[in-house]
């Protein structure tokens, strides 16, 4: 069935302008314009699993186009088209597929899915389609569409990377400074501290929007996320986007998608915006089930070939803003990603295809949380690509000197722990022995503790002139 209701809508509005007073036609433009837009219906042919194979209208549906299929007694179920296959197309739902009927109307759109945010989003938490979930009531709509899945901008449109950004945690400060429009990866194993080390950076860094993706947490995870490692304060200038583990993989990816999406809408407000996200892993996670699901070859650890093309898709969105069409520069989006580390193996796919695109990365080690010193970054591990330009020389000279101790210590550390170690035997090693108790309690700190940026190299500075 079609209606074409903007070509009749364009008629008309020509007609008028041509004879300027027609009786009528005033109201007949009106009722044009309360025409739905063209409307092509596609049919249920087979459903397998949570892959929907559907027939007809085939040339109007493009891969990540968002359809509708119409059920008898239930609101119609979102899908997404993600493949083609012959004669058919291939969807997958956002929702459970019950209710779903041989032969049911699939309400076909060419679009790609759009997301109408304000900055009165700000303090709220939505689900990946934009919808609020917490209590305050339904969110304001904004006149403009952001694409969820929207192309990175283009490289030679883009800004260099900007000047450095405090992000208020000691051991990243100084040891991987970050810079306006940087984005970080942060490594660990599970239950290592990578949630409580993001909301520190949400509640503390620098910048005036954070938005925090929580992509495929635990269920029970996502309040305590909010309401106690985030609190109110932190809340207060985010938008916390949530898909949990148990909701359909498109859904998790689409989350990711929404919160690059709504960085990109506060950047285009002016604002200094932070992007966090709880997992990539996740979001490669849902990309697997879903590129299995349509039949794609796994490869490494079942990952299949899109996982890796979609990463650098998703992450390359955030960096440094591209000129816009009135010729200014957009602002940067700063972004840390968190990857989860299958068996604290470094190696595997995921975390060796991120390490690849992203600027630096932050690594936390279980050795040290089960020391007890949180946040278990291992300094040594970890780097900024962009640091030694964002630092002055006095600075990289602290940096310098503290990593040497640090390494001096990891090194013999052993030896020294058994009381094989002679004083005297490599003045390194005793310099390090000196100073490492204070150098370790500089790169402790508590979830509610703030330092800023010139404060720790002040700190670190100071600690290493006592020997
Ligand atoms: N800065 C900190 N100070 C004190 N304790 C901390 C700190 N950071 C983390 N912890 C401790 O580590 C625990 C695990 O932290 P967190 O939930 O952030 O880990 P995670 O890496 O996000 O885990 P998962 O992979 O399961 O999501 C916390 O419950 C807390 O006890
Ligand atoms: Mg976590």
């Given at each position: 069935?079609?209606?074409?209701?903007?070509?009749?809508?364009?008629?008309?509005?020509?007609?008028?302008?041509?004879?300027?007073?027609?009786?009528?036609?005033?109201?007949?433009?009106?009722?044009?314009?309360?025409?739905?837009?063209?409307?092509?219906?596609?049919?249920?042919?087979v459903?397998?699993?949570?892959?929907?194979?559907?027939?007809?209208?085939?040339?109007?549906?493009?891969?990540?186009?968002?359809?509708?299929?119409?059920?008898?007694?239930?609101?119609?179920?979102?899908?997404?088209?993600?493949?083609?296959?012959?004669?058919?197309?291939?969807?997958?739902?956002?929702?459970?597929?019950?209710?779903?009927?041989?032969?049911?109307?699939?309400?076909?759109?060419?679009?790609?899915?759009?997301?109408?945010?304000?900055?009165?989003?700000?303090?709220?938490?939505?689900?990946?389609?934009?919808?609020?979930?917490?209590?305050?009531?339904?969110?304001?709509?904004?006149p403009e569409?952001?694409?969820?899945?929207?192309?990175?901008?283009?490289?030679?449109?883009?800004?260099?990377?900007?000047?450095?950004?405090?992000?208020?945690?000691?051991?990243?400060?100084?040891?991987?400074?970050?810079?306006?429009?940087?984005?970080?990866?942060?490594?660990?194993?599970?239950?290592?501290?990578?949630?409580?080390?993001?909301?520190?950076?949400?509640?503390?860094?620098?910048?005036?929007?954070v938005?925090?993706?929580?992509?495929?947490?635990?269920?029970?995870?996502?309040?305590?996320?909010?309401?106690?490692?985030?609190?109110?304060?932190?809340?207060?200038?985010?938008?916390?986007?949530?898909?949990?583990?148990?909701?359909?993989?498109?859904?998790?990816?689409?989350?990711?998608?929404?919160?690059?999406?709504?960085?990109?809408?506060?950047?285009?407000?002016?604002?200094?915006?932070?992007?966090?996200?709880?997992?990539?892993?996740?979001?490669?996670?849902?990309?697997?089930?879903?590129?299995?699901?349509?039949?794609?070859?796994?490869?490494?650890?079942?990952?299949?070939?899109?996982?890796?093309?979609?990463?650098?898709?998703?992450?390359?969105?955030?960096?440094?803003?591209?000129?816009?069409?009135?010729?200014?520069?957009?602002?940067?989006?700063?972004?840390?990603?968190?990857?989860?580390?299958?068996?604290?193996?470094?190696?595997?796919?995921?975390?060796?295809?991120?390490?690849?695109?992203?600027?630096?990365?932050?690594?936390?080690?279980?050795?040290i949380a089960?020391?007890?010193?949180?946040?278990a970054?291992?300094?040594?591990k970890?780097?900024?690509?962009?640091?030694?330009?964002?630092?002055?020389?006095?600075?990289?000279?602290?940096?310098?000197?503290?990593?040497?101790?640090?390494?001096?210590?990891?090194?013999?550390?052993?030896?020294?722990?058994?009381?094989?170690?002679?004083?005297?035997?490599?003045?390194?090693?005793?310099?390090?022995?000196?100073?490492?108790?204070?150098?370790?309690?500089?790169?402790?700190?508590?979830?509610?503790?703030?330092?800023?940026?010139?404060?720790s190299?002040?700190?670190?500075?100071?600690?290493?002139?006592?020997?």
């Amino acid at each position: 069935m079609l209606i074409r209701g903007p070509k009749i809508l364009t008629l008309l509005t020509n007609l008028k302008a041509s004879f300027t007073i027609i009786d009528g036609m005033l109201d007949l433009v009106q009722i044009a314009k309360t025409v739905e837009p063209m409307r092509v219906y596609g049919r249920v042919a087979v459903v397998n699993g949570l892959l929907i194979e559907a027939k007809g209208g085939l040339s109007y549906m493009q891969v990540g186009a968002r359809c509708e299929i119409l059920r008898r007694n239930e609101e119609p179920l979102p899908v997404e088209v993600v493949g083609f296959r012959e004669d058919r197309a291939l969807m997958m739902p956002f929702g459970p597929v019950e209710g779903v009927t041989p032969g049911a109307e699939i309400r076909i759109s060419a679009e790609g899915s759009k997301v109408f945010p304000t900055t009165a989003w700000l303090g709220r938490i939505v689900d990946s389609f934009g919808n609020a979930i917490d209590s305050h009531g339904p969110l304001p709509q904004g006149p403009e569409g952001y694409l969820l899945k929207a192309a990175p901008p283009a490289a030679h449109t883009r800004a260099r990377v900007g000047e450095r950004l405090n992000l208020g945690v000691r051991a990243m400060d100084v040891f991987t400074t970050c810079c306006r429009g940087q984005r970080l990866g942060v490594f660990a194993g599970s239950g290592v501290g990578k949630s409580v080390l993001l909301s520190m950076l949400a509640r503390e860094a620098t910048c005036d929007a954070v938005v925090v993706g929580l992509i495929g947490e635990r269920g029970r995870e996502v309040r305590e996320f909010i309401e106690e490692t985030l609190g109110p304060e932190g809340l207060k200038r985010a938008i916390v986007v949530v898909a949990t583990s148990d909701e359909p993989a498109l859904k998790r990816r689409q989350a990711a998608y929404m919160t690059l999406a709504l960085a990109e809408f506060l950047r285009d407000q002016g604002l200094e915006v932070l992007c966090l996200m709880d997992s990539v892993t996740r979001f490669a996670m849902a990309q697997r089930e879903i590129g299995l699901a349509t039949g794609e070859p796994p490869t490494t650890k079942g990952y299949t070939p899109t996982c890796f093309a979609e990463l650098p898709k998703l992450l390359e969105r955030a960096g440094p803003g591209p000129v816009l069409a009135d010729g200014t520069q957009a602002g940067p989006i700063t972004a840390l990603f968190t990857v989860l580390v299958d068996g604290d193996d470094h190696n595997e796919p995921i975390a060796d295809a991120v390490r690849g695109i992203l600027d630096g990365h932050i690594v936390m080690s279980r050795n040290i949380a089960e020391r007890g010193r949180f946040p278990a970054i291992d300094v040594l591990k970890s780097i900024s690509r962009t640091m030694p330009e964002c630092q002055t020389i006095p600075e990289r000279e602290v940096v310098r000197q503290a990593r040497k101790v640090l390494s001096a210590y990891s090194n013999m550390e052993e030896l020294i722990r058994i009381g094989a170690y002679r004083t005297g035997a490599d003045p390194d090693v005793d310099r390090a022995i000196q100073l490492n108790p204070a150098v370790e309690e500089f790169l402790r700190q508590g979830k509610d503790e703030y330092t800023p940026l010139d404060e720790s190299f002040t700190l670190l500075a100071e600690i290493l002139s006592q020997a």
